[in-house]
Structure formats: structure tokens, C-alpha cells
Nanobody, 126 residues
Framework: QVQLVESGGGLVQAGDSLRLSCAPSGRTFSSVAMGWFRQAPGKEREFVAAIRWIGGRTYYANSVKGRFTISRDNAKNTVYLQMNSLKPEDTAVYYC???????????????????WGQGTQVTVSS
């Protein structure tokens, strides 16, 4: 498994924006798609967004659609999550993950992702 490293989390006010980044630590790796997940205190981990390296097709959870944008820089092996119009309910630890499973972009679950980052805290105050 490859270690992924997230960055960009922080404390912001409702309505603000943040951009998270995710890149592999150490050796390069190959994967089919990348995903962002989040876990709030006392809640289960939930899917946020996913993107394919080839073609850039994306998929979002309904709760973030229209506010969050996932993108990738293939040359840098880096994935981003631009989060706009943040709400207090977006407060969570955000994790990026990589998968080598070839599936429709709208069908991935957490179990498909074999490499995970350590997470970055996003806190949105009201």
C-alpha cells in the first residue's frame, strides 16, 4: 500500500472555502481513481467525491454537489478537493484514498480503496 498525505485542513467560518490536497508519500504509484471521504465525530465514514485519473470523470455525494469540486493534476500525482460555501455540518476529518479497482465512477465504496491518508481536520464554525 502507498501512503497518501493530505493537507489543507483548518478552522474556517460558515461560507468560507478551503482546498485540500492529497499526494503520495515516497514512491510513485498507479491507481485508477482517487476518492475523498470524511468522518464526523460519532458518525460513520462517508463518501464525498471521486475522480478517475484518466479522463477526469467525477462523482459527488449529494450533500456536497455544487459546493465541492474534486480535481487532479496527473503530472504531480496530486488530487484536490475545493470546498466552497462550507457549512458546520461539513466539519469532519477528511481522508483521501486510492483505488486500483476499475468500476463505474458512481459505484465506488470505501471498501474499494486500498490506500488511505492519515486525514486532515476541517472545522466549520457557525
Amino acid at each position: 500500500q502507498v501512503q497518501l498525505v493530505e493537507s489543507g485542513g483548518g478552522l474556517v467560518q460558515a461560507g468560507d472555502s478551503l482546498r485540500l490536497s492529497c499526494a503520495p508519500s515516497g514512491r510513485t504509484f498507479s491507481s485508477v481513481a482517487m476518492g475523498w471521504f470524511r468522518q464526523a465525530p460519532g458518525k460513520e465514514r462517508e463518501f464525498v467525491a471521486a475522480i478517475r485519473w484518466i479522463g477526469g470523470r467525477t462523482y459527488y455525494a449529494n450533500s456536497v454537489k455544487g459546493r465541492f469540486t474534486i480535481s487532479r493534476d496527473n503530472a504531480k500525482n496530486t488530487v484536490y478537493l475545493q470546498m466552497n460555501s462550507l457549512k458546520p455540518e461539513d466539519t469532519a476529518v477528511y481522508y483521501c484514498a486510492a483505488t486500483s479497482v476499475l468500476s463505474p465512477i458512481d459505484s465506488y465504496t470505501g471498501a474499494d480503496f486500498g490506500s488511505w491518508g492519515q486525514g486532515t481536520q476541517v472545522t466549520v464554525s457557525s
